[in-house]
């Protein structure tokens, strides 16, 4: 089942399976998490911009109300699979309240997530559209929508925790989906990659968690528009990368 905010499961007898109590670790874990980050108020250039775009809005969604907060990750707290993208977008997520949700990289996202079994619907236009993901978590290494797409090294390093909480709570990931050099630094950061081999699309980095399982990072360019409207990323490439993590996370 998939969440947005993930809530624990009510209390029971006290004969719980070591999968059952790990899981319901992970739902406290990611609840407590995404209140965390939807209160943040860390990085003051990003929560000026993020508040800042909110009022002034796109012509074409003035009517509409902007989340303008921080942006958790969401999906299936059971999730083998990973996708890890640079940051919300300011009239995607930042709008909607949900990562790439409302925008076209999320429509190309989505569209290869539900090709590959991952989602129920290849649509991500609000986070009450029905958007439901089986197996799978999107997340970002930063959390707020930084000015023109790029945040900063301090930023970076202020959300770092957030992230690294994120992964450790996800205990069942077996494959991280790096959507971009900086999603892919992040994480070879965080499962200490040394020596870090250069990003490339279809890039495969076998590492271990901190508890000791094994993953496998896998590569993909970014579905940003720079790199789908001159045809850097098409459909097939970045089906073969989803195919990819789908087998990868059934061994």
């Not at 992970?26 to 000026?48: K, Q």
């Not at 989906?177 to 040394?194: E, K, S």
Request: proline share 6%; aromatic share 8%.
């Amino acid at each position: 089942m998939s969440v947005a905010n993930p809530s624990v499961p009510p209390k029971n007898s006290s004969n719980k399976s070591p999968k059952k109590v790990a899981k319901k670790q992970s739902l406290l874990a990611l609840r407590n998490l995404t209140h965390e980050i939807h209160e943040c108020r860390e990085c003051s250039r990003l929560v000026a911009w993020r508040e800042q775009v909110a009022v002034e809005k796109r012509a074409s969604f003035r009517d509409e109300e902007y989340w303008g907060k921080a942006i958790s990750g969401f999906g299936d707290p059971s999730a083998r699979i990973v996708i890890l993208g640079l940051a919300p977008a300011a009239h995607g997520a930042n709008r909607t309240g949900r990562m790439f949700t409302g925008d076209r990289s999320g429509d190309w996202l989505f569209r290869a997530m539900h090709r590959a079994g991952l989602a129920n619907q290849a649509e991500s236009v609000g986070a009450d559209d029905g958007l439901e993901l089986a197996n799978a978590w999107v997340t970002s290494a930063v959390k707020c929508a930084p000015p023109l797409n790029k945040p900063t090294t301090d930023e970076r390093d202020a959300c770092r925790p957030f992230l690294e909480r994120e992964l450790k709570a996800l205990s069942g990931a077996a494959v991280v989906i790096c959507l971009g050099t900086f999603g892919y630094n992040a994480a070879c950061q965080f499962f200490g990659v040394r020596p870090r081999p250069k990003f490339g699309h279809g890039l495969e980095v076998p590492v271990a968690s901190l508890d000791g399982r094994s993953l496998t990072i896998v590569c993909s360019y970014h579905v940003s528009q720079q790199n789908t409207f001159t045809k850097r990323l098409t459909e097939p490439m970045l089906d073969a990368v989803f195919s990819r993590a789908v087998e990868l996370a059934d061994q």
